[in-house]
């Protein structure tokens, strides 16, 4: 969302710039008024304007149009922290449950964790236990038998 927002005001910018140079000049007020219909798609983004017109009100000051739109801004480059962080969120979770490559489900802090209630043992669950009553007793490794 910021590189658009971004893009997005700058356009805005320039249509102003334009109207100015046709000699159809717009207020600053009517500039934002413009900004924030044009967001009305993006909720987050009217909660802020909502919230910084309120502020500003409430102190009894005007929101002028650099502090709009470094709000928007700065609003934005939150989105998109939160946007990336989503989106990472199932590598990390592959990431995590990968464990080695004999195929562990854990990695070694988890499995230092974990304690048989088969044989006692740590490292593994019954499910993995190759000791009588466990749920690979039939297919120990030859290595294990001995």
Known sequence: ?????????????????QLTKVNNPITSEQFMTYICTSL??????????????????AA??????????AALIEEADSMEIEEQKEEN?????????????????????????????????SGHVKEGCFAPGGGKENNAPEWWKK
Do not use: F
Request: charged share 25%; net charge positive.
């Open 89 to 121: 969120k199932p590598m990390a979770l592959v990431m995590k449950t990968r464990g080695n490559s004999k195929g562990q489900l854990w990695n070694r802090g988890d499995r230092e964790q974990k304690k048989c209630s088969n044989c006692k043992k």
């Open 1 to 17: 969302m910021n590189g658009k927002l971004y893009d997005h005001i700058y356009n805005m910018q320039e249509l102003r710039k």
């Open 40 to 57: 009305i798609d993006h909720p987050n983004l009217c909660t802020v304007i909502t919230s910084i017109t309120s502020a500003t009100q």
């Open 60 to 69: 009894g000051r005007t929101l002028t149009l650099s502090v709009l739109i």
